[in-house]
C-alpha cells in the first residue's frame, strides 16, 4: 500500500508541475520565435514531458505529437546530432549553441539547462529561439560598412595604381613594335596580365564611385535586348547560346537604366563563363501584376554550393580563377538601392 500511495503522490506531483509549467510558460510561449521543450529519464527511456510554442507551429507541429514521445522517435530540431546534445545535457552538462542547422534553414540559438536536484538530473529543459532576422540585420549592417571601407580604400589604391600601369603598358607597346616573331608570345602573356590588371583596377573605380540613381520609366524588354546583343561574341566564344522567353506585354519600369544594365551584364556573363563546355542561358520575364514583373536567368552549370551562395554578394568573393568578386556585389547593391 505504501508503493502504491507514493506513485500515486508522484503522480498527481508530475500533474501539478505540468500545470505550473504550462501556467509559467502561457505568455512565454506566445513569442512567434520560441520554442520550450522537457524531457526525462522514463523506464531507461527519454520521453519529451512538455513541448510547446508559436515556433513549434510554425514548423508545421503540435504539441500533441512531441509530448509522451521518445527522443529517439521524435527529432525536434531536424538536427541528426540533436540525440548527442541530448545526452550531454543529461549529464548535468549545459548546451549552448547557435547555428542555421537546427529547425532547417532557421538561425537558432538552442540552450539544454538540466534541472539537477542532490546532485542527479531530474530532467532537462529545452529553449530554442529564432533569431534568424537579428543575424540577418547583423550581417547586413556587418557587410555595409565593410563594403564603405573597401569602397574608399579601392579608389585610392585604383588611382595610384592607375598612372603606372598606363606608363607600362604603353612602353610595352613600343618595344612590342621591334621585338622579333619567337618573342610575340611573350608579349601576348604580358598584354593578357595587363588587361587582367586594368580589370580590376577599373572595378576598383567603379566600386569607389558614389553614383546618383536616377529613376526613369524605361522598357526592360529594349534593355535587355541591348545587353544580349553586347554579350553575343562572348557566348558564341563559349559554344553558348542565349534564349529568352518574354511575356506579350510587359509595362515600362521605373528604375535607373545604366545600373540595371550592368545588373544584366553581371549575371548574363557570369552565366555564360558558368559553362566552360557550352550550354544554354535561358532568361524569362514575366508579368506578375500591373506593377511589378520577374526576371529569372537559369544556366547549366555546375551550380555553386549553398555555403557560398551566402557570400556572393561580398566584395572580393569569387569562385571563378579570374574573378576579383566585385560584380555581384555591386549588382546586388543596385537592386537593393532600387528597393
Same mark, same amino acid.
Given at each position: 500500500?505504501?508503493?502504491?500511495?507514493?506513485?500515486?503522490?508522484?503522480?498527481?506531483?508530475e500533474?501539478?508541475e505540468?500545470?505550473v509549467?504550462?501556467?509559467?510558460?502561457?505568455?512565454?510561449?506566445?513569442?512567434?520565435?520560441?520554442?520550450i521543450?522537457?524531457?526525462?529519464?522514463?523506464?531507461?527511456?527519454f520521453?519529451?514531458?512538455f513541448?510547446?510554442?508559436?515556433?513549434?507551429?510554425?514548423?508545421?507541429?503540435?504539441?500533441?505529437?512531441?509530448?509522451?514521445?521518445?527522443?529517439?522517435? #521524435?527529432?525536434?530540431?531536424?538536427?541528426?546530432?540533436?540525440?548527442d546534445y541530448?545526452?550531454?545535457?543529461w549529464?548535468g552538462?549545459?548546451?549552448?549553441?547557435?547555428?542555421?542547422?537546427?529547425?532547417?534553414?532557421?538561425?537558432?540559438?538552442?540552450?539544454?539547462?538540466p534541472?539537477?536536484?542532490?546532485?542527479?538530473?531530474?530532467?532537462v #529543459?529545452?529553449?530554442?529561439?529564432?533569431i534568424?532576422?537579428?543575424?540577418?540585420?547583423?550581417?547586413?549592417?556587418c557587410?555595409?560598412?565593410?563594403?564603405?571601407? #573597401?569602397?574608399?580604400?579601392?579608389?585610392?589604391?585604383?588611382?595610384?595604381?592607375?598612372?603606372?600601369?598606363?606608363?607600362i603598358?604603353?612602353?610595352?607597346?613600343?618595344?612590342?613594335?621591334?621585338?622579333t616573331?619567337?618573342?610575340?608570345?611573350y608579349? =601576348?602573356?604580358?598584354?593578357s596580365?595587363?588587361?587582367?590588371?586594368?580589370?580590376?583596377? =577599373?572595378?576598383?573605380?567603379?566600386?569607389?564611385?558614389?553614383?546618383?540613381?536616377?529613376?526613369?520609366? /524605361?522598357?526592360? /524588354?529594349?534593355?535587355?535586348?541591348?545587353?544580349?546583343?553586347?554579350?553575343?561574341?562572348?557566348a558564341?566564344?563559349?559554344? #553558348?547560346?542565349?534564349?529568352?522567353?518574354?511575356?506579350?506585354?510587359?509595362?515600362?519600369? &521605373?528604375?535607373?537604366?545604366?545600373?540595371?544594365?550592368?545588373?544584366?551584364?553581371?549575371?548574363?556573363?557570369?552565366?555564360?563563363?558558368?559553362?566552360?563546355?557550352?550550354?544554354?542561358?535561358?532568361?524569362?520575364?514575366?508579368? &506578375? =501584376?500591373?506593377e511589378?514583373?520577374?526576371?529569372?536567368?537559369?544556366?547549366?552549370?555546375?551550380?555553386?554550393?549553398?555555403?557560398?551562395?551566402?557570400?556572393?554578394?561580398?566584395?572580393?568573393?569569387?569562385?571563378?580563377?579570374?574573378?576579383?568578386?566585385?560584380?555581384?556585389?555591386m549588382?546586388?547593391?543596385?537592386?537593393e538601392a532600387?528597393?
Amino acid at each position: 500500500m505504501m508503493g502504491c500511495n507514493e506513485t500515486k503522490q508522484d503522480t498527481i506531483h508530475e500533474f501539478v508541475e505540468l500545470k505550473v509549467l504550462e501556467a509559467l510558460y502561457k505568455n512565454v510561449t506566445r513569442d512567434k520565435k520560441l520554442l520550450i521543450f522537457k524531457f526525462r529519464e522514463v523506464n531507461g527511456r527519454f520521453i519529451y514531458t512538455f513541448c510547446d510554442g508559436e515556433l513549434l507551429y510554425r514548423l508545421g507541429l503540435k504539441k500533441e505529437q512531441i509530448i509522451g514521445k521518445e527522443i529517439s522517435k #521524435v527529432n525536434l530540431l531536424k538536427n541528426p546530432k540533436f540525440i548527442d546534445y541530448y545526452l550531454r545535457a543529461w549529464t548535468g552538462k549545459d548546451v549552448f549553441l547557435e547555428g542555421k542547422k537546427f529547425l532547417g534553414k532557421m538561425t537558432i540559438l538552442f540552450w539544454l539547462s538540466p534541472i539537477i536536484d542532490k546532485n542527479q538530473v531530474h530532467e532537462v #529543459v529545452g529553449i530554442c529561439f529564432d533569431i534568424t532576422e537579428k543575424k540577418q540585420i547583423e550581417q547586413s549592417t556587418c557587410r555595409n560598412e565593410k563594403i564603405d571601407v #573597401v569602397r574608399r580604400l579601392a579608389a585610392g589604391v585604383a588611382h595610384e595604381i592607375r598612372n603606372p600601369l598606363t606608363s607600362i603598358k604603353g612602353f610595352m607597346q613600343l618595344i612590342e613594335l621591334t621585338t622579333t616573331v619567337d618573342n610575340q608570345e611573350y608579349f =601576348n602573356i604580358i598584354k593578357s596580365e595587363l588587361n587582367q590588371i586594368e580589370n580590376v583596377i =577599373n572595378g576598383f573605380l567603379l566600386l569607389g564611385q558614389t553614383e546618383i540613381i536616377c529613376f526613369q520609366k /524605361h522598357d526592360i /524588354h529594349k534593355i535587355l535586348d541591348d545587353i544580349i546583343s553586347l554579350l553575343t561574341p562572348l557566348a558564341i566564344i563559349h559554344n #553558348v547560346e542565349i534564349k529568352t522567353r518574354i511575356d506579350g506585354y510587359l509595362p515600362y519600369i &521605373i528604375c535607373d537604366g545604366n545600373q540595371i544594365k550592368r545588373v544584366f551584364t553581371n549575371i548574363i556573363k557570369n552565366a555564360i563563363e558558368a559553362m566552360p563546355s557550352g550550354g544554354e542561358v535561358c532568361i524569362s520575364i514575366d508579368q &506578375i =501584376n500591373e506593377e511589378s514583373i520577374k526576371i529569372q536567368c537559369v544556366d547549366q552549370g555546375g551550380g555553386i554550393e549553398e555555403e557560398r551562395i551566402l557570400k556572393l554578394n561580398e566584395p572580393f568573393y569569387s569562385i571563378k580563377e579570374k574573378g576579383i568578386g566585385l560584380g555581384l556585389m555591386m549588382s546586388y547593391k543596385i537592386i537593393e538601392a532600387h528597393g
